[in-house]
């Protein structure tokens, strides 16, 4: 593409920008860092992502002024991120404050997500201005993933091309690391750096407060479960034609996915005094665990199980999160952001998601990571949950190691960020 299409396709009113390098910025003047992020808002996890990575640009490196070139910040996601982070600067497409971001930022940030989520966007930003660009926690999807299992060579390749331009890419699992290395990707800093949602703090602890309180969940007296289907049903929730090939997978698979987690849930009501509160990730996993979960329950057991029929934002999310005692489920980032502030979390994982998961390997929690498509695996879920709900103590320790191994990655990377502008 020629640079007037590649400015039109990121949404660029000009076709005219000037090239500044970094090192051309005025003396004095603050750094200026634009943040591709935000993007949607259906995910929990996916609107953590933003607040995530702005506030370690906050803590490790305050100097800099911050401009968020969002896909998406409605259902009061852009309103959230104002108040939480009040000098913070949103260009959104097609708007003249992202062509005066293209003018003025120094350096573009692509932030945490499922791929390369913005690769064209970082192909018009080194057209368009010369300057650089880095990577922050993604996973690059194997080949035989369903992420990529339709992408040809060329696209392949041009991602590697991406990736290789980059001042640095840190990805937030070691399967994507590898497998970026042995495709010849040569970017001069590539490493391990975790997602950017362990580092979402937002809060919102009066709804959190009425919400446990009208269910008669005690802090620390209950875990979380989160159910996934094997693909998330986008039909459902937004404007998208309906995948029967997909649907079909889900309807075959639901029962597999679901069974250990309605065990683990059984086992924890009648072996521990704990409750369990079944909530979502995203808005398609309420009516999931309504199905699969709360309503095969025994009825002696659903008396202690709470079943969230809403969707929540991040903030009440995680102010939930932190007074439990512990998750467990077929979700990612529920799980990252509880073990970003120190609350054990349980990862399942199946073929159909990228290697995202493998993240729980590489922080050190291995132990509890497990696969449905593995039999061994399976067997080890209910066990693993209990134990957990039953050493508190432990399984507190366990996550504690994991999140100060992540924070000493976050203060490292957010190093080599801040290297760039020396």
Not at 276 to 287: F, G, I, S
Not at 336 to 348: E, N, Q, R, S, T
Not at 381 to 405: E, S
Request: with cysteine; charged share 25%; hydrophobic share 40%.
């Amino acid at each position: 593409m020629r640079r007037r299409g590649f400015l039109k396709a990121a949404g660029v009113a000009t076709a005219v920008l000037s090239a500044r390098s970094i090192a051309g910025a005025a003396e004095g003047r603050r750094p200026q860092i634009l943040l591709r992020s935000s993007w949607q808002t259906v995910n929990i996890g996916d609107i953590a992502h933003t607040p995530g990575v702005l506030r370690l640009l906050q803590t490790h490196f305050p100097e800099a002024e911050i401009t968020l070139w969002p896909s998406n910040v409605d259902n009061g996601v852009e309103q959230l991120l104002r108040d939480e982070f009040p000098g913070l600067k949103i260009a959104k497409p097609r708007s003249r404050e992202l062509e005066a971001a293209f003018e003025e930022c120094d350096f573009l940030l692509h932030g945490s997500g499922a791929s390369i989520v913005a690769e064209r966007d970082l192909i018009t930003w080194h057209e368009a201005t010369g300057k650089p660009y880095g990577i922050y926690g993604i996973t690059f999807p194997m080949k035989n993933s369903s992420a990529t299992s339709a992408r040809s060579e060329d696209a392949m390749a041009r991602s590697v091309e991406v990736l290789s331009r980059a001042a640095f890419v840190f990805f937030r699992d070691s399967k994507s690391l590898d497998l970026a290395k042995r495709l010849g990707a040569s970017s001069p800093v590539m490493e391990f750096g975790p997602d950017g949602a362990f580092a979402c703090d937002l809060r919102d602890p009066q709804r959190a407060t009425t919400f446990l309180t009208e269910h008669g969940l005690e802090e620390g007296r209950f875990l979380c479960c989160i159910p996934r289907l094997r693909y998330t049903p986008y039909w459902r929730i937004k404007d998208v034609a309906f995948d029967e090939v997909k649907h079909a997978r889900n309807e075959e698979m639901k029962e597999h996915d679901h069974a250990p987690l309605r065990e683990a849930i059984e086992a924890v009501v009648r072996q521990t005094d704990l409750k369990v509160l079944v909530c979502p990730e995203d808005r398609t996993q309420m009516a999931v665990g309504k199905e699969m979960l709360y309503d095969k329950l025994a009825d002696d057991v659903r008396e202690r199980v709470v079943w969230r029929p809403d969707y929540w934002l991040t903030g009440e999310a995680v102010s939930v999160y932190v007074r439990s005692a512990g998750l467990f489920g077929n979700e990612m980032h529920s799980p990252i952001m509880c073990v970003g502030h120190g609350v054990p979390a349980i990862v399942c994982r199946f073929a159909e998601q990228t290697s995202k998961g493998f993240m729980w390997s590489d922080i050190g929690l291995g132990e509890w990571l497990f696969d449905h498509d593995s039999a061994e695996d399976r067997q080890r879920i209910v066990p693993t949950v209990v134990t957990m709900a039953n050493d508190h103590a432990a399984a507190k320790a366990k996550a504690a190691v994991a999140r100060r191994f992540v924070e000493q990655r976050q203060r490292e990377t957010m190093a080599v960020l801040r290297r760039q502008f020396a």
